[in-house]
């Protein structure tokens, strides 16, 4: 078993910088439009005749109500009508994109998120995965980890029936805070008995996992009205849970221009309500498995941290890295080989694309050997808290401390401040460096000079 983390407040003030997730690398922010459709499907060619695995992720971007704090890719309308024309368009990229691949290239991982997946009828749902089975080889016999995100006020008990009953077996339900004054300052009403029908249904049903995803850093949140939210999603006993920092945006994103940036929780509340939930999570039992991300033990995650088989991609943590994922819909991200790419993210544009017989590609980038090398390193250090050199060196064919002898005074001032171990052989991080190793893993970003940081969020 892996160390506890530990809590250092005297790292976390040095080290809580704004920087990347690292759900890629590089990051999104690198993509350019001199990667489109033409690269797609050379990458999908390359897929196909090393009829490697698939994960693919939908996006379905309508909600019939706004979150304040939300960042994601969505369209907010009442009117359920508006999901029909886009599912059509839908169904023409399944069908352009699949036929460029092999019949025997399995569905390993499957996730629609959004918006809100659920915004979509039991008709249209449907439809969707019937021509996802059509032209996609979905697994049948539920090994497959198939999940959708779920909004407990956009579903009931046949909601979650007819999920079960089209092959999901995992549910990710947005809960964000309990406490009702919280939830007026960012316009989700919600309410516990809500979420608890729906965790009730998934088990009932026999869904194989539940996640939920906690926001910290809301306007009105104190750490003993957040501490008590954390409590009773204990009780719930989720698989796994996201507690993400809110990113207080509103120059990029409009809908956070509503939240009164007064009523935002000082920077030294925020640390203590990450510092709470932490100790109430570990005390519960869940393992901290990396950034945001807590995991019962017996988990998949959990394991797969424990055999160093983590991975992560665009969907977060995840025991299927080694699969090429395929995003479907407006704004949905490819990763396939060395290419990365992403669809239009405005509406119209993507589904105009579509009603032309093309593909919605409009952004990109394909890694260079400095970015596999790279991209390889930040992964071990973001799933495996340590770095060995040799691996890296065998498989790169290089020296490492030669290749990256220049960030070796970064790396020193972060082993004698106790964020890692170095030596010269491996890079270990320490229990007081887990929740900075997006920091870590910052030294080894050769982008990150160039970019405007204030595109991240911080890291704690």
């Known amino acids: 078993m892996l160390d506890a983390i530990r809590w250092d407040s005297d790292l976390i003030h040095r080290y809580d910088l704004a920087g990347p997730r690292y759900t890629s690398y590089p990051t999104a922010v690198q993509f350019g439009s001199q990667v489109g459709t033409f690269d797609l499907l050379h990458a999908l060619r390359d897929s196909r005749k090393a009829v490697r695995p698939l994960s693919l992720y939908v996006h379905v971007p309508f909600c019939a109500n706004i979150c304040y704090y939300c960042a994601c890719n969505k369209v907010i309308t009442k009117d359920r009508g508006r999901a029909a024309p886009y599912l059509q368009r839908l169904e023409q990229e399944i069908q352009l994109i699949a036929c460029h691949l092999d019949p025997n290239q399995t569905v390993e991982q499957l996730h629609f998120g959004g918006g809100t997946p659920t915004f979509l009828s039991h008709d249209e749902l449907r439809q969707l995965m019937a021509q ?65 029908a729906v965790i009730e249904a998934a088990r009932t049903l026999q869904f194989r996992s539940i996640n939920i995803d906690l926001i910290y850093g809301l306007p009105k949140q104190t750490p003993e009205n ?32 509503r939240i009164n940036s007064d009523e935002l929780p000082a920077p030294a509340d925020k640390l203590r309500m990450l510092e709470r939930t932490i100790e109430q999570l570990t005390a519960a039992g869940y393992r901290y498995i990396g950034m945001d991300h807590f995991a019962l033990p017996d988990d998949e995650l959990a394991i797969a941290q424990e055999e160093s088989t983590l991975q992560r991609n665009f969907q977060g943590y995840t025991t299927h890295g080694h ?60 799933c495996r808290f340590s770095l060995d ?46 929740l900075l190793v997006r920091s870590v893993c910052m030294v080894f970003d050769a982008y990150l000079e160039q970019q405007n940081r204030q595109r991240f969020s911080r890291v704690i």
């Not at 009773?232 to 698989?239: C, K, N, S, T």
């Not at 105009?352 to 890694?367: E, F, K, M, V, Y």
Request: charged letters at 25%; glycine letters at 6%.
């Open 389 to 434: 050199f040799y691996e890296i060196e065998q498989t790169f064919n290089i020296d490492f401390k030669g290749y990256f002898v220049q960030l070796w005074p970064q790396l020193q001032a972060m082993a004698d401040d106790g964020l890692i171990e170095l030596n010269d052989e491996r890079i270990q991080v320490l229990p007081a460096g887990r």
């Open 226 to 257: 957040f501490a008590r939210t954390v409590e009773e999603v204990i009780r719930l006993q989720p698989d796994r849970l996201s507690v993400f920092n809110y990113a207080h945006l509103p120059e990029r994103f409009m809908p956070q221009r």
């Open 323 to 382: 699969c090429d994922l395929i995003g479907l819909g407006v704004s949905a991200i490819s990763q396939i080989g060395d290419l990365y790419c992403q669809n239009a993210s405005d509406l119209n544009q993507y589904q105009n694309a579509l009603g032309g017989a093309q593909l919605a590609t409009s952004r990109g980038l394909i890694c260079n050997q400095d970015d596999r090398l790279r991209r390889e390193v930040i992964q071990q250090l973001i």
């Open 132 to 196: 996802l089975r059509k032209h996609f080889n979905l697994l049948d016999d539920d090994s497959g980890d198939y999940g959708i995100e779920i909004d407990p006020r956009e579903a009931d008990w046949s909601t979650m029936g007819l999920l079960r009953e089209l092959g999901f077996n995992r549910v990710s339900i947005g809960l964000q805070d309990l406490d009702p004054e919280v939830q007026r300052a960012v316009n989700r009403l919600q309410s516990l008995e809500e979420t608890r």
